[in-house]
């Protein structure tokens, strides 16, 4: 837990071309040595790689960076990023037309909904007498794996993730003449900090995202997920489901919250001075800099009974086309275990600043030790990565998120009451769950 505001490493690499970089990458060193890919083909081959993000996104940059740094290693193969800013509707308008790129980023959870094109590799099926990978696989914090596999395949490799935990205005709660929080905190520690901090309506205590990723992270610090142990039963009407949103809503009746605030104008309020305390992840730690707040960072507020430690976790992902060309298949292959190297991860995240790893190697590598000293409010983000949940990906989780969002916003607009509301989720994504369990 720290209020510092350090000036990263981030910034600076941010602003580097692309030569400029490479040798920066290089004299990393230390505690994870520089990743080496495979031998991925036969002959010169070239294969097409489209980014999710923008071609200004710092994530696509850095992406193109280490694909740079591959190619370097890997000639005569190629990789060629091709395309930015390609969603899920994009990349299955490319599938659908025969035309879909070699290599391609998703956000995790669509990796399902792309592999049931027929379009996508199971990686572990076509690297199962790779005993590099196998010893590489196992170095993946388990839950990555997990949540990126359908049907006990393994439809996209994990890259990085990133986590969401609560920050505080260190300034406004010193004027508050109240104290910082601590790991450990409970629900009620957290409403009592937010309504006395708070002056409504200038300066609220805490800024709620009212949609299902809220949801989901007050819930997981009291146990809930978005399925049971078997993957066949949506949980999001239990008791305890039923009291997360019960809380969320009282934070609005309370005074905590602003109003009605369903989703918009992420983290502006926080920079602003008018919220106190907000929940995001790294991603946003440039934003809230550029802002020249001064602030804080700590693991979530627990249930009062249950306790759960537990943060949001989201993630981004290298899908493989399914490659009629061997070679292209095997490129393909070789930039995914290159990538999700704990060694690449660690120079990813360290020129970032906004992800975490999803590897152990990489959570200790020498470059991200270093970078967590320089940065501890980042270094709280990659503390808190053991205690990471986040949804499976499936063929309708799109969808099913997006039920809950229906929900939350109903029950916080009072259009009807918490249970109602989830009650009906449920059943909309319960319905979904058993049609993708049929494919």
Known sequence: MTSLNPTTRRRLLALSSAGAVAPLLAACGGGAQQAQPAAPASRAVKITWWSNLGDQH?????????????????????????????????IKTAIAGDTSPDTYFIAWREGAEVFLTGAVADIDAELKNDKDWGEQRKDFVPLMLDTSSWKGKLVSVPIYTNNTLTLWNTDLL???????????????????????????????????????????????????????????KVTINTPEAKETGQLMLDLTRLGINPPQRISTSRSQLFINGGAVMEDTGPFRLANIRDGNVNFGVVSRPVHPQKKTRRAQQGGHNLVVARNKDADKLRAGLALAKYMSKGATQAQICAILGTAIPVSRSALQAKELLD????????????DEAPYGDRAPTSPSVVKMLAALDKAVND???????????????????QQLLDADLTQ
């Open 58 to 90: 710092p994530e696509s940059k850095t992406r193109v960076q280490v694909i740079q740094q591959f190619n370097a290693a890997s000639a005569p193969v190629e990789v060629v990023p091709e395309a930015f800013g390609a969603d899920l509707t994009k």
């Open 371 to 382: 970078y967590g000293r320089q940065d501890p409010q980042w270094k709280i983000f990659a």
């Open 174 to 232: 010193q004027r508050s003449g109240l104290a910082e929080p601590k790991t450990g905190w409970t629900w009620e520690d957290f409403k009592e900090l937010a309504r006395r901090a708070g002056r409504p309506p200038d300066q609220w205590g805490y800024e709620l995202w009212a949609d299902s990723s809220a949801f989901f992270s007050w819930y997981g610090t009291a146990g809930g997920r978005l399925f049971d142990a078997s993957g066949q």
């Open 411 to 429: 029950f916080m607009t009072q259009t009807v009451s918490v249970s109602v509301a989830l009650d009906e989720a449920q059943r909309e994504m």
